[in-house]
């Protein structure tokens, strides 16, 4: 079965340390790959993805992942991390074989928590 | 610029009541439209997209249906709510030059007692 695997709950980092959020998928064929935020109360925000190409993306916000095929994952990063950073993190897949209709398949979600 | 609508933001309704939330885009024609459910506070659920007026595909089957009136508008219904429909539900649209980036409304948080 296709899936994604966000495998911490919750990340905490101090403010000014970098930050990491493990996304690993299981699909068939090239996915393309998504990451989303969401702020409590709120609908997801849209912050980067991979279609093709250099494998390093950068997104909104200062965020990057990067796209390791040979691992299927597809990381989220950011040098520095701020307070305003602290949400919810959606890592998600669409098959390459979805139709075309972007139907994403959701991983679980990772809570950022950002410390002073 | 495109904009996307999710009404009502809340709703409180007793079991066995009718729902219906709606959701409407501008700014664009034949969007993908989508509905999906968040359940406490942390992963989603595909319910229902649709490529054009009057078509719906479900992905799950439950007890809530989607209708497509009009090509901009997107609905969510259900004609006898449970408790198992409390949630956040998000309708989302893609279209145009940003085909593969799904854009969110606000969404609608349910709460059946």
């Known amino acids: 079965a296709q899936s994604v695997a966000q495998p911490e709950d919750q990340v905490n980092v101090a403010e000014g340390n970098p930050l990491t959020v493990k996304c690993t998928y299981s699909?068939?064929?090239?996915?393309?790959l998504f990451w989303y935020v969401q702020y409590p109360n709120r609908g997801l925000q849209f912050l980067l993805k991979y279609i093709t190409g250099d494998n390093l993306v950068k997104g909104s916000y200062g965020f990057e992942a990067e796209f390791n095929k040979s691992q299927t994952s597809f990381h989220l990063k950011k040098p520095s991390a701020l307070v305003s950073d602290s949400a919810l993190y959606f890592c998600a897949v669409r098959p390459y074989f979805s139709g075309g209709y972007n139907k994403l398949i959701f991983g679980a979600g990772t809570r950022l928590a950002v410390h002073p | 610029s495109q904009t996307i609508h999710q009404w009502p933001a809340t709703l409180v309704q007793p079991v066995g009541s009718p729902l219906s939330l709606e959701c409407t885009v501008e700014?664009?024609?034949?969007?993908?439209l989508y509905w999906y459910r968040q359940a406490a506070g942390r992963g989603l659920q595909l319910l229902f997209y649709?490529?054009?007026?009057?078509?719906i595909s479900s992905e799950v089957p439950q007890n809530l249906s989607a209708s497509r009136p009009q090509d901009r508008q997107f609905i969510l219904s259900s004609k006898k709510l449970l408790l198992s429909d409390s949630g956040f539900y998000l309708c989302?649209?893609?279209?145009?030059?940003?085909?593969?980036?799904?854009?969110f409304g606000a969404g609608s948080r349910l709460t059946v007692l």
């Open positions: 649709s490529v054009g007026i009057g078509q």
């Open positions: 989302a649209w893609t279209g145009g030059s940003g085909a593969n980036v799904l854009t």
């Open positions: 699909v068939s064929g090239n996915p393309y």
């Open positions: 700014g664009t024609s034949n969007p993908n």
